[in-house]
């Protein structure tokens, strides 16, 4: 087969192609990517000729599902044997007729006819060759382009070399095989399978009715066979129970896209207080349905997996629908946008603001409380979106100014009070129409502790959890743990349904950050038809008294008072260690910073926001500082749900692995469930003793920090 590198005119790429060819693990490079599931392959040459072609043989294995073995012979061997029995019996004939045996002459004669059929019916046989399943030559393409990052086009393919034939002569499918070899192990002896295929004859489901019983009742049990199945097939299977019928259907699971834009949708009554945020893998939306039990939302994930395109999509649903939004940024530029934002009356960034709005919060609960007290039906309050990102970080800031306060003031408690007034929020807060989303970096177990994990149903991971944090987030160590390091806004949510399964964000563009004109126009429809509610400011007072004497900031902020943002005075607290002045003219919008007033937008930097680098996913650079340990060696028994394994040495390609268990078809063996961080997955079948090298995941402790 050749393959052509379609380089371009560019000369970077041409330069850096020709190095690429030049490097003396080219050739590993390309036979790993011919490998697996595609084909066992053999290099037997390769042309160098500038950074233009390469040459390659392939032998397609025996034992492979696409490529079963090889022809008995060619056309130009069945003409000969024709040729050759024909002569024979000819001659046989022609010497029997001279010596006068009519006998034997007859007997030839019937013999050349009858070997003549023979040698066409079997040899026929021989020479019937199936093409190449239909996606072979397109998944060879796609795995050389993915490995070496270049573009390629087939050139020619010499099918005359290597012949690959079909599955027509009945043999199994081996994942076909393996799935009634298991599901009976699984389901009963009586479990009868029916197979659905797609037109390249690729298993895509298997149905099975079984005679268990109550047994499939316990979602226990059910847990069980749908990890062993995922775990022994190969590939991702999703199970659909039918419990009056006593059947199950095992279907392979549909391909993520890349990216979902966030469209707008028509609000009535039956979505008001359904909030669209992602969508499942069979394209339906996931929603915080701020009614159904999860009137709160904790958001986990690392830098760079998405959690503030997802907040940011949540900001605009709640402004939509002409809620007001308060929102706690820690860092504090993730949400510079939002600051202009019609409905978003208010986002604090500095660690004396944030403490003085969650306080704030607090009383607008209380408040709210005393009118229920009072007779007011509290149907009628207008719900309050209060975001608070970056939690762990926002903790260890409150720590320290408080270790700083208690420093110049005596008698204040040893910890924060603040930090009993997010709990209260939580325990409280649904009944005043507060609704509290919290971020953080990971799961951690001090936060969900003491009752907090029971008041946030509502839950989304993004990027893939250690086994410790997926035990904190979804009560079960493998959920989660092997979701695709690279994908943007990919994550792990509780469904409508009580399942727990993947989901893919709906990606929100970053108004700082929008450029093209299709990101603009999903910016635009996002937008509220009109502002209900003006923006704010937190008014801490004065820094001394009548007197001179300078006020401490924990007074100022148990004193703290919401403004309109133009009517803020000098003495506002914006950093952590100076004073800004509002300017006449403008209005100071949150941590006081200086927007324009009414009217558009100011003008955002034009980049492409669907490929902004803080939401690439991309792992660190430093192995030391993605979250997993040094490499060890160990036996494949030892592999556990959400270490990483090195599953091809030649391309140094790791992947998560997302179970492993007994293998239930072969005795002895470890059956192991892989996923890369392409998305690309596999199973692995090995000898319990056999040697792997993995990384396992860091104990929280030991994990890197949260970043400031």
């Excluded at 993520?256 to 359904?274: D, G, Q, T, W």
């Amino acid at each position: 087969m050749l393959l052509r590198r379609r380089c371009g005119r560019n000369p970077a790429v041409k330069q850096w192609a020709r190095s690429q060819h030049a490097s003396s693990n080219m050739t590993d490079i390309l036979a790993g990517a011919l490998s697996g599931p595609l084909c066992h392959q053999h290099l037997t040459e390769v042309t160098r000729q500038g950074a233009t072609r390469d040459v390659f043989d392939h032998q397609p294995n025996a034992t492979n599902n696409e490529h079963r073995r090889r022809p008995r012979r060619g056309a130009p061997r069945l003409a000969q044997d024709c040729v050759l029995a024909v002569a024979a019996d000819a001659a046989g004939y022609g010497i029997a007729s001279i010596t006068g045996h009519g006998v034997l002459a007859v007997a030839c004669a019937v013999g050349t006819v009858l070997a003549a059929a023979a040698v066409c019916v079997f040899g026929h046989r021989g020479v019937k060759r199936a093409e190449l399943a239909p996606d072979f030559i397109s998944k060879l393409l796609e795995t050389v382009e993915k490995r070496l990052e270049l573009e390629m086009t087939v050139k020619t393919h010499d099918r005359r070399r290597w012949p690959a034939t079909s599955n027509d002569d009945g043999e199994v499918d081996p994942i076909e095989e393996r799935a009634r070899k298991t599901l009976p192990q699984l389901l009963g002896a009586s479990t009868k399978l029916a197979a659905e295929k797609n037109q390249a004859g690729e298993l895509i489901a298997v149905t099975a009715s079984h005679s268990v019983g109550v047994k499939v009742a316990a979602a226990g049990y059910r847990l069980r066979v749908e990890r062993s199945i995922s775990t022994m097939l190969s590939g991702r299977w999703k199970a659909s129970w039918d419990l009056t019928e006593d059947t199950v259907t095992f279907r392979l699971r549909p391909t993520f896209p890349k990216s979902v834009p966030h469209r707008r949708e028509p609000i009535a009554s039956e979505n008001l207080f359904k909030l669209p945020i992602a969508v499942d893998e069979d394209g339906h939306i996931v929603r915080w349905d701020l009614t159904a039990g999860g009137p709160h939302a904790l958001l986990s994930g690392k830098t760079g997996k998405g959690k503030t395109v997802l907040i940011n999509g949540v900001v605009m649903e709640a402004a939509m629908r002409g809620w007001p939004v308060w929102i706690a940024d820690p860092k504090p530029v993730e949400f510079m946008a939002m600051r202009s934002w019609p409905n978003v009356q208010l986002v604090a960034t500095d660690v004396v603001e944030i403490i003085a709005m969650l306080k704030l919060a607090h009383d607008e609960m209380e408040r709210r409380y005393a009118q229920i007290d009072d007779g007011v039906d509290e149907s009628g309050f207008e719900p309050l979106t209060v975001v608070v990102d970056e939690f762990r970080n926002l903790v260890r800031q409150i720590d320290d100014w408080w270790a700083r306060v208690r420093a110049h003031q005596k008698g204040l408690p040893t910890s924060c009070p603040v930090h009993g007034w997010l709990p209260t929020l939580a325990e409280k807060a649904r009944t005043a129409k507060i609704h509290l989303l919290v971020g953080t970096q990971r799961p951690d177990a001090t936060f969900l502790g003491e009752g907090m994990r029971d008041n946030f149903d509502t839950r989304f991971s993004l990027g893939p959890l250690s086994p410790q944090g997926a035990q904190m987030m979804w009560e079960a160590p493998h959920l989660g743990v092997a979701v695709p390091r690279h994908a943007r806004g990919r994550g792990t949510a509780r469904l409508e349904d009580d399942r727990i399964d993947e989901v893919q964000v709906l990606w929100t563009p970053d108004p700082r950050r929008a450029s093209s004109p299709e990101v603009l126009r999903i910016l635009e429809d996002l937008k509220p038809d009109r502002a209900v509610h003006d923006r704010l400011a937190i008014d801490l007072g004065d820094e001394s008294d009548l007197e001179g004497a300078e006020i401490s900031e924990w007074t100022r902020i148990r004193e703290a008072r919401l403004v309109p943002a133009e009517a803020v005075t000098e003495n506002v607290r914006v950093s952590g260690d100076g004073v800004t002045t509002s300017t006449p003219g403008k209005e100071t919008h949150g941590a006081g910073h200086a927007i324009s007033g009414s009217g558009p937008r100011p003008d955002v930097a034009l980049v492409d926001a669907m490929h902004e680098v803080e939401d690439t996913g991309e792992a660190p650079a430093d192995e030391s500082q993605d979250g997993y340990g040094e490499h060890s060696h160990v036996a494949s028994s030892r592999v556990s749900a959400g270490d990483l394994l090195l599953v091809d040495e030649d391309l140094w390609l790791w992947a998560m692995v997302e179970d492993a268990q007994d293998d239930l078809v072969d005795d002895g063996n470890i059956c192991i469930d892989w996923r890369t961080d392409d998305d690309e997955s596999g199973s692995l079948s090995l000898p319990a003793a056999e040697v792997v090298t993995i990384r396992s995941p860091l104990e929280p402790d030991a994990a890197a920090a949260d970043v400031r």
